[in-house]
């Protein structure tokens, strides 16, 4: 982390951005399925994700879907996630998630790579959690977002 300590500790706000992330596992481990994402692209702001302005980092990060069925699945990995959701039922598709994060309800992950190949996953329970130490990336002016 460096120089950039400071921005990464007092920005509480920190959400993965699924758009510029990279998709490197999908592993089935009984009944839950674990996502890698190697390197995800992280947010760090001090309120809604960049409204005034934060960092930009590069981390691993795992999410772990509990409960959870694999539909389909890329065959080419890892690859760059082009598009996609996280859908929890009665809330909107989120693109961005809070690290570290845990959601239960009816969940789906539907994920699209950039070589228009499919991850679905349905499943119960959600957790979302960093692994490693975070790697400055760059600096996001609060214009960007509007």
């Given at each position: 982390?460096?120089?950039?300590?400071?921005?990464?500790?007092?920005?509480?706000?920190?959400?993965?951005?699924?758009?510029?992330?990279?998709?490197?596992?999908?592993?089935?481990?009984?009944?839950?399925?674990?996502?890698?994402?190697?390197?995800?692209?992280?947010?760090?702001?001090?309120?809604e994700p960049a409204k005034n302005g934060g960092t930009?980092?590069?981390?691993?990060?795992?999410?772990?879907?509990?409960?959870?069925?694999?539909?389909?699945?890329?065959?080419?990995?890892?690859?760059?996630?082009?598009?996609?959701?996280?859908?929890?039922?009665?809330?909107?598709?989120?693109?961005?998630?809070?690290?570290?994060?845990?959601?239960?309800?009816?969940?789906?992950?539907?994920?699209?790579?950039?070589?228009a190949e499919e991850l679905l996953i349905k499943a119960?329970?959600?957790?979302?959690?960093?692994?490693?130490?975070?790697?400055?990336?760059?600096?996001?002016?609060?214009?960007?977002?509007?």
């Amino acid at each position: 982390m460096g120089a950039h300590q400071e921005s990464w500790n007092g920005h509480p706000n920190r959400e993965v951005d699924l758009h510029d992330s990279n998709l490197a596992s999908v592993e089935q481990a009984g009944e839950a399925v674990v996502i890698r994402l190697a390197p995800a692209y992280v947010i760090a702001s001090g309120d809604e994700p960049a409204k005034n302005g934060g960092t930009g980092w590069s981390v691993d990060v795992e999410i772990t879907l509990h409960g959870a069925s694999l539909k389909t699945a890329p065959i080419t990995l890892p690859c760059w996630i082009s598009d996609g959701f996280v859908g929890l039922a009665g809330c909107a598709r989120m693109y961005l998630l809070s690290l570290p994060s845990s959601l239960e309800g009816d969940l789906t992950v539907y994920l699209i790579t950039e070589n228009a190949e499919e991850l679905l996953i349905k499943a119960t329970r959600m957790e979302v959690v960093m692994i490693g130490e975070p790697v400055f990336a760059e600096k996001i002016e609060p214009d960007f977002w509007r």
